[in-house]
């Protein structure tokens, strides 16, 4: 069978982990993307340099300025931390004796967060939890299928320091209101609209649709290191950056990272989007053809449903395949090598595969598994499992 990429294998080798090919996309739980060259040369120069921290983050913060169209921005750990900074910034102003205080004394603060329903989310962790480590208050408008204008005009308070609007596939994708909509609420009453951009392609958008501040990934899409970028409007960066003196603190980010997003957010604006999308389109006619002329599958190619622009592979499993979406899923991750699929929607019988981070020759290796899984003779264990979820792997962990 084809054989998987094998540039830099050495350290997996040398540190025993299994090298697994990435169908399933910028997934942190895979190590989010494969950081392009000119964020992993800007890291190793100034690895060994010494810098003025907060210097360092005013260069970064033009540079997050030019490519998203805020006033201002700065480098975290990740996007979480984004979130959890910039709620208590909102919280806290430019206060210093309150950004100490938190997160468990807010008084006198502005400490509730709003967050429609349908946005309440789990990336990993449940989204309340990157607010309530601000020392936030959710406050929930709606219904997980409909939220209208007074639900939100009324979670209005004197109390609240804003409202939280996530973009996630994982959110609801209807009966929410847009982010046009919340921000005339919002800013009819004064009240910011921070937009959880995590995994979003478009760095300008959601500022000029309205919002206040944006957090975006540095480490998806971008190809940066694990990183959080915050952008938006001046005092409500400024007032999240100074929580590097409190909460924040537990979500420092180093130098080499914070280099490392900056030559990333370069290298985007020169990128060959086009050729990319390109490799893409490739990969998902081979695998298009691939699963279609097996039995007991059937697969469309779909557009993101957060409008990125890209597209994936809807693979259905059908029961005369001897497997279900699960369990095919499961057989392909433990296979030789391990190909790991975005298998989030498994239990509603299909899974996804994604092209946006193949090594070269790895598209050819993701279509083999699905061949040798569904022309196998027999059926491994586990074939007809019905749930992915598994608590005991997470709860066994170091061993």
Same mark, same amino acid.
């Given at each position: 069978? /084809?054989?998987?990429?094998?540039?830099?294998?050495?350290?997996?080798?040398?540190?025993?982990?299994?090298?697994?090919?990435?169908? *399933?996309?910028?997934?942190?739980?895979?190590?989010?993307?494969?950081?392009?060259?000119?964020?992993?040369?800007?890291?190793?120069?100034? +690895?060994?340099?010494?810098?003025?921290?907060?210097?360092?983050?005013?260069?970064? *913060?033009?540079?997050?300025?030019?490519?998203?169209?805020?006033? +201002?921005?700065? #480098?975290? /750990?990740?996007?979480?931390?984004?979130?959890? !900074? %910039?709620?208590?910034?909102? !919280?806290?102003?430019?206060?210093?004796?309150?950004?100490?205080?938190?997160?468990?004394? @807010?008084?006198?603060?502005?400490?509730?967060?709003?967050?429609?329903?349908?946005?309440? #989310?789990?990336?990993?962790?449940?989204?309340?939890?990157?607010?309530?480590?601000?020392?936030?208050?959710?406050?929930?408008?709606? @219904?997980?299928? *409909?939220?209208?204008?007074?639900?939100?005009?009324?979670?209005?308070?004197?109390? @609240? %320091?804003?409202?939280? =609007?996530?973009?996630?596939?994982? /959110? $609801?994708?209807?009966? !929410?209101?847009?982010?046009?909509?919340?921000?005339?609420?919002?800013?009819?009453?004064?009240?910011? #609209?921070?937009?959880?951009?995590?995994?979003?392609?478009?760095?300008?958008?959601?500022? +000029?649709?309205?919002?206040?501040?944006?957090?975006?990934?540095?480490?998806?899409?971008?190809?940066?290191?694990?990183?959080?970028?915050?952008?938006?409007?001046?005092?409500?960066?400024? +007032?999240?950056?100074?929580?590097?003196?409190?909460?924040?603190?537990?979500?420092?980010?180093?130098?080499?990272?914070?280099?490392?997003?900056?030559? %990333?957010?370069?290298?985007?604006?020169?990128?060959?989007?086009?050729?990319?999308?390109?490799?893409?389109?490739?990969?998902?006619?081979?695998?298009?053809?691939?699963?279609?002329?097996?039995?007991?599958?059937?697969?469309?190619?779909?557009?993101?449903?957060?409008?990125?622009?890209?597209?994936?592979?809807?693979?259905?499993?059908?029961?005369?395949?001897? =497997?279900?979406?699960?369990?095919?899923?499961?057989?392909?991750? $433990?296979?030789?090598?391990? #190909?790991?699929?975005?298998?989030?929607?498994?239990?509603?019988?299909?899974? =996804?595969?994604?092209?946006?981070?193949?090594?070269?020759?790895?598209?050819?290796?993701?279509?083999?598994?699905?061949?040798?899984?569904?022309?196998?003779?027999?059926?491994?264990?586990?074939? !007809?499992?019905?749930?992915?979820?598994?608590?005991?792997?997470?709860?066994?962990?170091?061993?």
């Amino acid at each position: 069978m /084809a054989q998987p990429h094998q540039h830099n294998s050495d350290i997996r080798s040398r540190l025993g982990l299994r090298q697994v090919v990435n169908a *399933s996309g910028t997934m942190t739980f895979l190590g989010a993307s494969i950081i392009v060259p000119e964020a992993i040369q800007a890291m190793s120069e100034i +690895a060994p340099e010494w810098i003025e921290m907060d210097d360092l983050q005013r260069k970064a *913060s033009a540079t997050v300025a030019r490519l998203t169209g805020a006033e +201002a921005g700065f #480098v975290t /750990a990740c996007c979480a931390a984004g979130i959890s !900074m %910039a709620i208590a910034g909102a !919280m806290t102003g430019t206060d210093l004796l309150a950004i100490e205080r938190l997160p468990d004394d @807010t008084t006198g603060l502005k400490d509730e967060v709003i967050l429609q329903v349908g946005h309440f #989310v789990n990336y990993g962790a449940p989204i309340d939890q990157s607010i309530r480590v601000a020392g936030g208050k959710v406050v929930l408008a709606g @219904t997980v299928s *409909s939220v209208q204008p007074h639900h939100v005009a009324n979670a209005i308070t004197d109390k @609240t %320091a804003a409202l939280l =609007y996530v973009v996630t596939h994982h /959110a $609801a994708l209807y009966g !929410m209101l847009s982010l046009e909509e919340v921000c005339e609420i919002c800013h009819a009453k004064g009240v910011p #609209v921070i937009v959880d951009a995590a995994s979003e392609y478009d760095l300008k958008g959601f500022l +000029a649709r309205g919002a206040d501040v944006v957090i975006y990934s540095g480490h998806k899409f971008l190809s940066g290191p694990t990183s959080g970028l915050v952008a938006g409007r001046k005092d409500l960066v400024r +007032a999240a950056y100074l929580q590097n003196r409190g909460i924040g603190r537990a979500m420092k980010v180093g130098k080499e990272t914070i280099a490392g997003a900056m030559a %990333a957010l370069d290298a985007w604006e020169k990128r060959d989007h086009a050729g990319i999308r390109a490799r893409e389109q490739a990969a998902l006619d081979l695998w298009l053809e691939t699963a279609n002329g097996l039995k007991g599958l059937k697969a469309r190619i779909v557009p993101d449903p957060t409008n990125n622009p890209l597209d994936r592979l809807e693979v259905t499993v059908l029961p005369e395949s001897g =497997y279900t979406a699960v369990g095919l899923a499961r057989t392909m991750a $433990a296979g030789e090598p391990p #190909v790991i699929v975005r298998d989030h929607e498994a239990e509603l019988g299909h899974f =996804y595969l994604d092209p946006c981070n193949l090594h070269p020759g790895e598209a050819e290796v993701v279509s083999q598994a699905l061949r040798d899984a569904l022309t196998s003779e027999t059926r491994p264990e586990g074939a !007809m499992a019905t749930t992915r979820k598994n608590p005991a792997a997470a709860l066994s962990w170091p061993d």
